[in-house]
């Protein structure tokens, strides 16, 4: 489930191994993915070279580099791929590949970028804010209400919930996770392009779990993160927390105080986690999930150009959506205003 | 004026000046500026360390290491340091470390992040796009009418022009450049503290001058920017153009077709390029130049957090600038709507 954090002074060429896997384009990325914001469309790179790339899964690239990895190093190399939460077959090089571009191509921008620095006042402070701002913006809204389908018609769309209710609206912007959208009827019908990448899904089924537990290190109380692959077959912490408890002990030693955890797969408001996609996905479908359906659009993390998956990709979805429908709405306005 | 691009591959050893100049702290500027938006209060770095490298100016960086260099080397070091606009006395070797930390700590970022990647409709476009977006939202404006006072009285600042002109308003975010407040008057006067940063200004006095030339490439035509330090007492462009034509000549035969430029250094709306400080200035000034003055906020890209004197930095200070007033004002509007 996890790697002993000792264990990693274990692998002296860890800088090697680092430059065997993130080397995929002879320049640590830089040539195939100059501006991670814009791998599609850059001035560097062609579409046609970009979905040579993205036809590679983990396990290909593996494959490629592994007579220059320890025993060892194979292992926690394999380990760490479980990042998307899927399998190495069906994970993909290229998000690999968009990860390092957004580090700067270097190792080193790891630690600061994903670890080291937090919101100063947390992330519950930052979503607190965003709602704050928009309720003084005359946001009105309901939770723990389930749609059940988006029609459009005659300039307007309707929301109908599964109790019946109706929304209706002239845009709709829509955070529908990757893995749920498929829950939901759309009329007129989603482009068969869409439909497709919706019936495929995103991979990531990851199982992660915080645990405080003593008798791991010197001092006593260690806080420990657990990432597991896709385990829904066999594991659903909520309903075996034993078994969590049994990896955490089987790792090392150690008296489980408590584990915090939320099954984002078993949470019919994601399925799944934050989005990483197998190979091909990306160079297929990212532009059709991006793009609007009529007057609805799809502010996702889980399609962004550049943090896909992040807080700053739902940021970059939700900002570019956003953006749009005041233009429209503002336009619309102007025109009636001058009938 | 500029190096001949032929003679770069005269140093072979380009990387270790890299290696030498970059170096700063042992770590590539990592430990010393982790977090170049915040460059003054990061979990990682005390303000007395940061104080003890605001110290340094390029001279004494470049003495430090200067043994490291062939003539070559130092000579072409120097020139590519007066990209402050300065001397390499009063320039501070703080920018330098901040610029090398904005470049993700890498020279090989310099190029993508400096030159490969331009806006895909320029920069013009981008000014006409936020002048638009504002102009929908109700902004009425005026151009050409310099400011002589800004006066708070009674909740109210009032801006009084040089032809007697006053605008009346509840808030005021100046954008008046780091070199240009000194000719304004305001009533309260400014701290005492940001009196001695506006009275010392910052030290970018570079001449930029564009060319077209014939002669200098085999295809023929070639564009040529050439950059010059501060040479003010001896050379204003506009008024000994001729000048600027036999440097480029002295470089490399060519027929000059063509020079634009414009002097910022002469243009009174400027007085100066983009501000690059000396030595000890971003650690005395930095947070007092970024504070409000009552009702008046000061949004220059000259004093941003992470980049100082760019578009980005402009942004940066203008959305937080943006942002307060939005709230004041809205708390206003609540406060009197209950009365």
């Given at each position: 489930m996890a790697a002993k954090a000792n264990e990693l002074v274990l692998f002296p060429s860890w800088e090697v191994e680092c430059e065997a896997w993130d080397n995929a384009d002879g320049q640590n990325c830089r040539a195939i993915c100059p501006l991670p914001h814009s791998q599609l469309d850059n001035i560097l790179v062609s579409r046609e070279e970009v979905e040579r790339y993205d036809k590679i899964s983990c396990r290909d690239r593996f494959e490629e580099i592994k007579h220059l990895l320890s025993t060892e190093e194979a292992w926690i190399l394999t380990a760490l791929l479980h990042i998307t939460g899927g399998s190495m077959v069906n994970s993909s090089l290229w998000d690999m590949i968009r990860s390092q571009a957004l580090m700067s191509y270097d190792p080193p921008n790891f630690a600061p970028i994903w670890t080291t620095f937090k919101l100063r006042q947390g992330q519950s402070a930052l979503a607190g804010a965003m709602f704050q701002d928009a309720g003084d913006n005359g946001l009105q809204y309901v939770f723990q209400t389930p749609v059940k389908s988006i029609v459009e018609r005659s300039n307007v769309v309707t929301v109908t919930t599964h109790a019946g209710r109706e929304f209706r609206a002239r845009r709709v912007v829509s955070t529908?996770?990757?893995?749920?959208?498929?829950?939901?009827?759309?009329?007129?019908?989603?482009?068969?392009?869409?439909?497709?990448?919706?019936?495929?899904?995103?991979?990531?089924?990851?199982?992660?779990?915080?645990?405080?537990?003593?008798?791991?290190?010197?001092?006593?109380?260690?806080?420990?993160?657990?990432?597991?692959?896709?385990?829904?077959?066999?594991?659903?912490?909520?309903?075996?927390?034993?078994?969590?408890?049994?990896?955490?002990?089987?790792?090392?030693?150690?008296?489980?105080?408590?584990?915090?955890?939320?099954?984002?797969?078993?949470?019919?408001?994601?399925?799944?986690?934050?989005?990483?996609?197998?190979?091909?996905?990306?160079?297929?479908?990212?532009?059709?999930?991006?793009?609007?359906?009529?007057?609805?659009?799809?502010?996702?993390?889980?399609?962004?150009?550049?943090?896909?998956?992040?807080?700053?990709?739902?940021?970059?979805?939700?900002?570019?959506?956003?953006?749009?429908?005041?233009?429209?709405?503002?336009?619309?306005?102007?025109?009636?205003?001058?009938?």
């Open positions: 529908i996770p990757h893995n749920v959208l498929h829950t939901i009827t759309f009329d007129p019908p989603l482009s068969p392009t869409r439909q497709e990448a919706i019936t495929m899904g995103h991979i990531n089924y990851m199982t992660k779990i915080h645990a405080d537990g003593d008798g791991v290190t010197p001092s006593g109380r260690a806080h420990i993160v657990g990432f597991g692959k896709d385990e829904r077959a066999t594991f659903v912490p909520e309903r075996n927390p034993e078994k969590a408890v049994d990896a955490f002990q089987k790792l090392h030693p150690m008296e489980v105080n408590k584990m915090i955890f939320h099954n984002w797969n078993t949470d019919p408001w994601s399925l799944g986690g934050p989005a990483w996609w197998p190979p091909e996905f990306m160079t297929k479908y990212q532009e059709e999930l991006q793009s609007r359906h009529g007057r609805v659009f799809f502010a996702s993390a889980d399609w962004a150009h550049g943090w896909q998956a992040a807080i700053d990709g739902a940021l970059e979805q939700g900002s570019q959506a956003a953006l749009q429908v005041v233009k429209e709405i503002r336009e619309m306005r102007g025109v009636m205003a001058r009938f």
